[in-house]
Each structure stands twice: as C-alpha cells, then as structure tokens.
C-alpha cells in the first residue's frame, strides 16, 4: 500500500515524540512491504513564529491531500502572552474545523503492566479497562444557536442550545459501530433521553443506525450512571457513542483513570478529507528538548492511523503489541517509571519498541 502523510509536529515535545513515532512506522511500512511518504508542516506555535499564522494555509491544503495527518502538540509559555486570535490553539480548531472532523475517538485502555499508575482499587482494574469514547465534536450544545447572555425581563440571563439533527446522530453512530466491529462489538450509548428531548432523537437515530450492525449489540445509559460506571466497573464498556457535551467530560474521565496521559492515543474523523491522528497530551513544555518525552502515545496513534484509516489491522495490532511487549520486558520512560524497571530516553524507548515489531 502506498500512501501520503501530512506530518504536523508542532511545539514542545512535538518533534521529538513525532520523530519517533515516524520511526516506528518506517519500521512497520519495512516489514509490510508499505511505502509511506511524509510530509511535514507547520502548525501552532513554531508556525506563529515562521508565518506569523498559526495555521498557515500551506498546511490545511497539505492536510486536505493527505492520506491521513498526524500530529504532536502544540503550545507552549512562549506564546501565552500573545493575542488570542493567534494563539497556538488557534491551529488545532482551525486544521479540525478545516478537514471537517467530526468524530473524536479517544480509546482509554489500560495496559496491564501499567496498573500501578491507574487510579481504581485493584481487583476493579483485574478486570480490564479498555474502553473507547466515541464524541460527536463538531454538534451539540457547543454551537447551538441561540446562545448567548442578554437581560430578559430586567435579569442577565445566560442560553446554549442543544441541538442534533438526524444526519448529525447518524454520521457519529456509524463511525461508533464501524469502530465496534474492529473491537468487542459492543456499543453504548450515553444520553440524557430521561430529561432532554434531543437525547429522545439521539437514542431513535442510534437504533435505526444499529441495525446495519447485527453484530454489534447496542445498550443505552444516562450520562449520570454512565459517569459513574466508568470508574465502578470500566470492563462492562467496550465503545461509549454520545454526544460533543457528555464526551468532553467521559473522555476526560476515561482517560484519567488509566493514570498514564503519556500512554493515551486519538484520532478524529470526518467524511470528506483524511483522519488526523494525535496523542491526547499536550506539548510537556517542562521536559521539552530533553529527550525525556514518553513518545508510545504519538507510537499508537500511529497505530490507530493504519488501524482507522487504512484498514491495516495486521500491521496496527503489531505496533501495539510492540508497545505491550517492551512494557512487558520492564522498558519505561521517567513518567511512567517503577522500581525495578529500566529507564529508557524517548530514543531507547523506540528502539525497544521497533527491536520487537
Ligand atoms: P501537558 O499534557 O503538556 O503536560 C502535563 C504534564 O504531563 C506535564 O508535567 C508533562 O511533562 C507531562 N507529559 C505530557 N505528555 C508527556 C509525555 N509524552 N511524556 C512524559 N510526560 C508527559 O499539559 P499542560 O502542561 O497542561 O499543557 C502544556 C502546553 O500544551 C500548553 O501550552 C497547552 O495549551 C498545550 N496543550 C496542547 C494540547 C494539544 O496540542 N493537543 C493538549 C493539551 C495541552
Ligand atoms: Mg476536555
């Protein structure tokens, strides 16, 4: 297979844990018989210094032709005193809202070797905890209109909307069960159907979507049980679908009691240009240059990358196997170091890991 990736390693850790990653995919296209050509652009706060911009259009026409995007962080204390029109940030909502991405998938797994860091009681962990929080990003309550604050009847009075039309609940349930079928087959979708009349629409839409998926069963929660499933029993879940609002909170969630950010891949999702792939963290201004950065969140959001957007199953489960391996064989960097493992720098770390690809 040949293909083309935009390549957007931004600020801070950015390219040292992008490089690597990259790296690992030389590694894998090698093995496979790939041809992966990259690309790299600028975006954030390196692009603000460069341009002046910090989403420059070189970048968005380079992320528009790709195959797929890949990014590394952006930001950083030296551009946070600039004006909040250019602020680095101001790149990552622009490159999404320009490849129309409307799908956030944040998997929330815990590998084993790991459970040290994870923030649940021990035998809940035992269980398993490897769920994936599919979050409508671009809908909802976010950019319903009306909204605004205005004096009504002589009080200040503050208004969002909640709002999704069936197309919307559509589009994000089929990436939900499409990402299902890749996965334990299980969807569930968390709503507030018990209160909202939106969250009525939502639970309509996502059963008539579930039945092109016979495979996959479909159960509903409210988001108030949903949030306390997660860190009661997280094994029951397998994909979360659920709208812009409630999975900005249960992604956080889910992410958190992993206890590893380092760890944590994304890709977001839209239909007319290419997926772009990113670790959940940000830029780690604190460690930056130091080649301390934990690069196997930017490694298996590669992963997901042939995984989501190339249908390379074989090839996406070995990266991630590779990561588990080298975790197994008791390889670390500082932010997820125990006694009695090896500390390795960003570069050995990859090694290990391109060592057992
Ligand atoms: P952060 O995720 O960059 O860092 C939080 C803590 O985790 C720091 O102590 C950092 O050293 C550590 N950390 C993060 N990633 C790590 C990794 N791969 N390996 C080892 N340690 C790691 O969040 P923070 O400090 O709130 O933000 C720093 C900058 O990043 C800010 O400018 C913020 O705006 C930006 N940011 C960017 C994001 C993005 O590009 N998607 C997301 C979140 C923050
Ligand atoms: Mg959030």
Known sequence: MKK??????????????????????????????HEFSTEHVLIGGIAIDETGSPLPEATVEACRKADAVLLGAVGGPKWDTIAPEIRPEKGL??????????????????????????????????????????????????????????????????????????????????IAFKAAMKRRKKVCSVDKANVLDVSRLWREVVIEVSKEYPEVSLSHMYVDNAAMQLVRDPSQFDVIVTSNLFGDILSDEAAVITGSIGMLASASLGSEYAGLYEPIHGSAPDIAGQNKANPLAT??????????????????????????KTLQDGFRTGDIMEEGKTLCNTIEITDKVIERL
């Open 299 to 324: 490694i298996l959001s590669v992963s997901m990358m042939l995984l989501h957007e190339f249908d390379l199953e074989k090839e996406a489960l070995c990266i991630e196997n590779a990561v588990r």
């Open 4 to 33: 083309h990736i935009a390549v957007m390693a931004g600020d801070g850790i950015g390219p040292e844990i992008v490089g690597q990653a990259l790296r690992v995919l030389d590694a894998a296209a090698r093995k496979f018989n």
């Open 93 to 174: 909502l622009g490159i999404r809202k320009a490849l129309g991405l409307f799908a956030n998938l944040r998997p929330a797994r815990l590998f084993p070797e790991l459970s040290g860091a994870c923030l649940l009681r021990k035998d809940i962990v035992d269980k398993g905890l490897d769920v994936m929080v599919v979050r409508e990003l671009t809908g909802g309550i976010y950019f319903g209109k009306p909204a605004g604050v205005e004096v009504r009847g002589g009080k200040r009075t503050g208004f969002n909307t909640m709002i999704y039309d069936e197309d919307e609940i559509r589009r994000i349930a089929h």
